[in-house]
């Protein structure tokens, strides 16, 4: 079955650590995203991919980092420099398409608590 | 600034009515709108959509409207079942550009 996979499920953080989270996926999507929940908030957009080796900046990239080494792979790390972590993330994929009729696919998100 | 709103925090609906979700934009390039449904400690499952050369778009129990005049969008769940209790996104994406955009989202809650 093809989809997305974020790992692990929930994670703890101390503060001043470095986290990464995984989001793997294997529907042969050039984009993937990751989002940011918080209450009240809605998702926001914290970095974005195309294509391998290239990401940008969504609206709240600040204390943020991806790489793309792989198409199927695009882990987020959640640095120190991220003042308020807490929060659940979600990471998506879709077709690189300007097709409108595309929909993204979400995985089942992390959540992740500073302790 | 937020170029998705839905302005309603929260709704509550017994089962069996209509439960109606609302959407405004902002953003006039904006052409496609999609509807997400979440439950608490998943992720986002695609609803329905419509593209905006329609006003109407139906599957089953849900139904989206979009008046582009006044740069509404709005969902129809009936009936409504206690199943249908989660958040609902709406979200939309201009010409050209592959990202959508999100609201804040709205609970739904559905009583037997």
């Known amino acids: 079955d093809g989809g997305i996979t974020q790992s692990p499920k929930y994670l703890f953080r101390k503060e001043g650590q470095n986290v990464t989270l995984s989001c793997e996926q294997n529907?042969?999507?050039?984009?993937m995203y990751w989002y940011r929940q918080d209450p009240g908030q809605g998702l926001r957009l914290i970095y974005y991919?195309?294509?391998?080796?290239?990401?940008q900046k969504g609206d709240i990239a600040e204390g943020y980092s991806v790489s793309r080494e792989k198409k199927e792979s695009f882990p987020l790390t959640v640095t120190s420099a991220q003042k308020n972590p807490t929060a659940f993330y979600l990471c998506?994929?879709?077709?690189?398409?300007?097709?409108?009729?595309?929909?993204?696919?979400f995985g089942q998100g992390t959540r992740l608590t500073v302790v | 600034d937020q170029q998705v709103k839905q302005n309603s925090p929260s709704l509550s609906v017994q089962e069996g009515r209509i439960s109606i979700l609302n959407c405004d934009y902002t953003?006039?390039?904006?052409?496609?709108f999609l509807w997400y449904k979440k439950y608490p400690a998943e992720g986002p499952t695609f609803l329905i959509s419509?593209?905006?050369?329609?006003d109407k778009n139906e599957d089953g129990r849900f139904t989206v409207f979009l008046n582009k005049s006044a740069k509404h969008l709005s969902l129809h769940i009936v009936p409504s079942q206690p199943g249908d209790s989660a958040v609902y996104f709406c979200?939309?994406?201009?010409?050209?550009?592959?990202?959508?955009?999100f609201g804040r989202g709205t609970s739904l809650i559905v009583h037997p």
């Open positions: 529907l042969n999507h050039d984009a």
């Open positions: 419509i593209s905006s050369i329609k």
């Open positions: 953003n006039s390039m904006f052409d496609y």
């Open positions: 991919s195309q294509i391998v080796n290239d990401f």
């Open positions: 998506a994929s879709s077709k690189l398409t300007t097709v409108p009729n595309t929909e993204a696919f």
């Open positions: 979200a939309a994406k201009s010409g050209g550009s592959y990202i959508p955009t």
